[in-house]
């Protein structure tokens, strides 16, 4: 009983050393990261989606929420857009969406062109709740890289195709070995997430 104990933990100390090889030393998580990133566009359209992503506790933005209102203000800077809809809870307190929309007036953008929708747990309901809002409205839509996968085709499925606009960040953490573990860990939950989406028939 006691060597096949240490057989079999021998066996998942290889394999837990393997995978940190994998993860820490090789392009693995920048390769999957480029793959749930799909298609790149220049997010040229009249109107700009900007899911929420984390919180780190009442009003105070995460790590993914505040790298998508960096890179919505530098797409505004780019294509300055009709409209900007801010979409996503993420909080009571403050809702992440509105925090967003603070960062991007702090940085120059008209908060009259701003607009939240805050009632949104997940990106389902968003994508529901926006084709609503912009009744067919040409859009483009900003995630985080490891999300847009998903979120594409969940506001295509809802009626609302738009041109993705990932916002590097798997990819960008990819490019130091240290950085790489968080990125492999959001990439494997997406992964799931993407699976559960598909048997439920939301993609």
């Known amino acids: 009983m ?16 393997l995978l940190y090889l994998l993860v820490t030393l090789t392009p693995m998580v920048r390769w999957w990261g480029l793959l749930l990133a799909d298609k790149w566009t220049d997010g040229d359209a009249p109107v700009l989606i900007v ?18 209102a960096v890179y919505a203000v530098l797409a505004e800077r780019q294509h300055p857009y009709r409209e900007i809809w801010i979409t996503g809870a993420g909080g009571t307190e403050a809702p992440i969406a509105s ?18 929708e805050t009632d949104s747990q997940t990106t389902r309901e968003s994508g529901e709740r926006i084709r609503t809002l912009l009744s067919g409205a040409e859009a483009a839509l900003l995630s985080s890289d490891y999300h847009m996968y998903r979120a594409v085709r969940v ?43 598909r048997v439920r028939g939301w993609i």
């Open 51 to 68: 899911l929420t992503g984390s919180s780190l506790g009442p009003a105070v933005m995460g790590e993914s929420s505040y790298r998508r």
């Open 2 to 17: 006691l060597p096949a104990f240490w057989r079999a933990l021998r066996r998942l100390c290889a394999a837990i050393g």
């Open 99 to 116: 925090l967003m929309a603070d960062f991007l007036v702090s940085h120059g953008i008209d908060r009259a062109k701003i607009h939240l």
């Open 155 to 197: 506001f295509a499925r809802a009626g609302l195709p738009v041109r993705p606009l990932p916002a590097p960040d798997a990819l960008k953490r990819a490019e130091h070995w240290d950085h790489r573990w968080s990125a492999f860990i959001d990439l494997t939950a997406e992964t799931i997430k993407i699976v559960y989406y």
